[in-house]
């Protein structure tokens, strides 16, 4: 198997990109990745785009996309994982050119989820629960699904909603100093306290935007990656896993168990020995202030009921233990859903080459970083894990 | 680069299947699978599902699908390219494979075309050409589009109304024999000529039907199929391309350019010399009549302008040139969008292992067969060339 590296990385602005269609926000990201890498169209074997698109007129998303990213005829498809999609399309990307079948391979994702033209996006949204029985039998859209989530863990551990809070509030910091975030505004924990409840506990600050936006990484093995770039980030390890879709058939609503699964798989396949010493910087899944908590205890960086510890002593900034999201996060960056994963390697790719600076720019001393990416209430989980370092041919 | 075997092939019903739910009729073609190869859900290390379902409620079919066939917690993801989802999966299920990050890889496909709570099926498939310059401009739908391409074949080549019909009268001939296809009567080229015109020169006779079904496919590496089967069936090849979604940039509308691209490379990588002389039997995208001889032509198996010769002079029934879509194809067995790759390499799996029986059993002498796969009107194009012959490892 050859190693992978990602030699280019794009971001678009996010936001409500009224001024843009789906395929320019996607030519923003790619335009990006290849002016990052050298590489041109003509260079690239096959592409993949990440992009749940429920909501868009457009019903085949990839051609579209490749056509205005000058990527035609180049072989594609579309990826598909939920709010997971970005990191299913990185993990296809990754497969053609371990294999052999691509020396580099690029992944797009987009989302335009201000433009739905059919059902609005929060009943879409809520139908990627479990449509046939927790949606339409219940109603249960997914503010709900991650309501029941925090209330059991605020019942089992003594977590509060300002403990909660914390989590929008480091976010929102560090998507102050973003510029390409949908909100640049800094919030306190009494700006999360005051705003109203969209599922109790969880307020509208607890919870991630609709958002547009792009992102693209292009992915190459060693002999191109050697021949175009001095920087590249090098994947060590992917894991994936599925859960029920069935919030009723879970064991309880204290963990996603695919996270957990996703985890291990990664840190097998990367010899990660010790989650808790290993990352430099993470990248988690933050669709609300309650998944960023579950989040660092699935990843098992700290142990069960301690997470809300992690935000509440601000342990998760720069200079903590595990900095996280300082991009921002979905919180705050935006979660344009095909996007998400992808921008979550972009961040890690520039914040391990130091190429994000100032404030935002994390410690860089164990060359090792983490992107954490959920789909729907667990129903994927995707952990991608990049390195410095390339690891054995 | 591990080989790939296919050791285990699924196909439920196909047809207007209100008796069953999607995740019931993909269980239907899966646990066929699962019988044919002798592997449980337990020896799958990852499954990919294939739906376009834009008309579906439920927004994350592969979760669903894969919870029903007893898959979770498996690592998933959907994939999605149009009318070519299937063969789209199946390329992700063999790069799994093929690259060492799994030993056995499932693909499974369903589509419940029927259950629309969306706008119209018809409606729907029209967005699938380009949404907003021809669909929403000038409303054109997928007779439309390859009414454009018959119109400039007739035109050009002097092909009639009644040999395009000859197409269908064939597939229907095989799909009466087909338990499985959606159409089981079999039909005369008068009755295609009567049928009612749908976008001149095609008629209702000439399309293929809106149906629901599922596939499935297992896909393992030499060890996992010696292991499990003494009836592999190789992948030797997969070709892809893609196309412009726009109708107006084409340089004609005589043949798929992404067809002849990834016809082209399927064969360089299975050391196809003459495809007019490799295959014993094919199924091809023959989701208009027009469509099936354009695949005659773009697969390069006559030259222009001869395809429809190969109709009218029966060189693709059983003991003619090459049979081609013996299942009944898409305009008879019918096309359920993200089983139909996966539903046409089942069937050659079992008409290379001579399974099949009867009238609809091609002579296997090379043991090599194609399967064609068009999403959109070129959009996408998958060639997949299988052998039962291993190559070399």
């Known amino acids: 198997m050859n190693n992978v590296a990602m030699i280019g990385v794009g971001i678009s602005r996010f936001g409500r990109r009224t001024d843009a269609r789906m395929d320019e926000l996607a030519w923003e990201a790619f335009k990006e990745a290849l002016e990052d890498s050298g590489v041109t169209q003509k260079d690239i074997d096959q592409f993949v785009v990440s992009n749940l698109g429920g909501w868009s007129s457009e019903l085949l998303p990839a051609v579209v996309v490749g056509e205005y990213c000058g990527l035609a005829p180049k072989p594609t498809m579309r990826i ?13 990307a990754y497969l053609a050119v371990a294999s052999g079948q691509a020396d580099i391979a690029a992944a797009i994702g987009v989302e335009k989820m ?9 009943e879409l949204i809520g139908r990627a629960g479990n ?97 175009f770039v001095d920087d590249p980030v090098w994947i060590r390890g992917i894991g994936m896993g599925s859960g029920t879709s069935n919030l009723s058939k879970r064991d309880d609503f204290l963990h996603l168990e695919a996270a957990v ?12 020995l010790d989650p808790r010493r290993t990352f430099d910087v993470a990248e988690v899944h933050d669709c609300f202030t309650i998944a960023e908590i579950l ?13 809300f510890k992690l935000a509440k002593e601000h342990q998760v900034y720069k200079g903590g233990m595990l900095p996280t999201n300082l991009s921002g996060g979905l919180k705050a960056k935006g979660h344009p859903i095909g996007a998400t994963g992808l921008a979550m390697l972009a961040e ?8 994000v600076g100032g404030e935002r720019q994390a410690d860089i001393k164990k060359g090792w970083a ?6 729907g209430t667990g129903h994927y989980a995707y952990v991608t894990i990049v390195s410095l370092d390339k690891g054995a041919e």
Chains 1, 2 share one sequence.
């Open 80 to 92: 598909e994982a939920a709010c997971a999609s970005g990191s299913a399309a990185a993990y296809h």
């Open 114 to 122: 201000s433009e739905s033209t059919l059902p609005t996006t929060v």
């Open 131 to 227: 449509f046939f029985w927790e949606f339409e039998n219940f109603g249960l859209t997914f503010p709900g699904y991650y309501a029941l989530y925090a209330t059991a863990y605020m019942d089992k551990y003594g977590a509060k909603e300002e403990d909660l809070a914390e989590v929008a509030v480091k976010n929102h910091y560090y998507g102050s100093l973003n510029p390409k975030a949908h909100f640049r505004k800094r919030i306190d924990v009494s700006d999360v306290l005051r705003s109203r409840y969209v599922a109790w506990p969880l307020k509208l600050l607890d919870s991630s935007p609709v958002t547009d936006g792009a992102a693209a990484v292009i992915f190459a093995n060693s002999d191109k990656a050697k021949q």
């Open 261 to 272: 699964r996703a985890a291990r798989r990664a840190y097998a396949q990367a010899g990660v």
């Open 295 to 307: 989040a660092y205890e699935d990843l098992e960086v700290v142990g069960r009921g301690e997470g």
């Open 348 to 355: 890690l790719k520039r914040q391990l080459r130091q190429e």
């Open 370 to 375: 983490l992107a954490h990416n959920i789909g």
